[in-house]
């Protein structure tokens, strides 16, 4: 009897708060795709980019590729 009455009372309070709530696809969405025209001012001279230094990872993943290109070099001349 408890269940019944449970489930009586959250269908009678989830039924209209969802018949409520029925525009939130389009609540979310609304304005997503609108796009701001972009302001740019060519009278500020723009900073070169900092020169970007090569990490550890790149280096090794450089020096393992040349290896390996190395040992398929010899072996297909030999």
């Given at each position: 009897?408890?269940?019944?009455?449970?489930i009586g009372l959250m269908f009678v309070w989830f039924v209209?708060?969802?018949?409520?709530s029925d525009n939130t696809f389009e609540e979310t969405f609304?304005?997503?795709?609108?796009?701001?025209?972009?302001?740019?001012?060519?009278?500020?001279?723009?900073?070169?980019?900092?020169?970007?230094?090569?990490?550890?990872?790149?280096?090794?993943?450089?020096?393992?590729?040349?290896?390996?290109?190395?040992?398929?070099?010899?072996?297909?001349?030999?």
């Amino acid at each position: 009897m408890k269940k019944a009455f449970l489930i009586g009372l959250m269908f009678v309070w989830f039924v209209p708060s969802i018949k409520a709530s029925d525009n939130t696809f389009e609540e979310t969405f609304e304005g997503m795709f609108d796009s701001e025209e972009l302001f740019y001012d060519s009278s500020v001279a723009m900073d070169p980019p900092p020169p970007v230094p090569l990490d550890g990872g790149l280096t090794a993943l450089i020096l393992a590729g040349s290896a390996a290109g190395y040992r398929y070099y010899r072996k297909k001349r030999a």
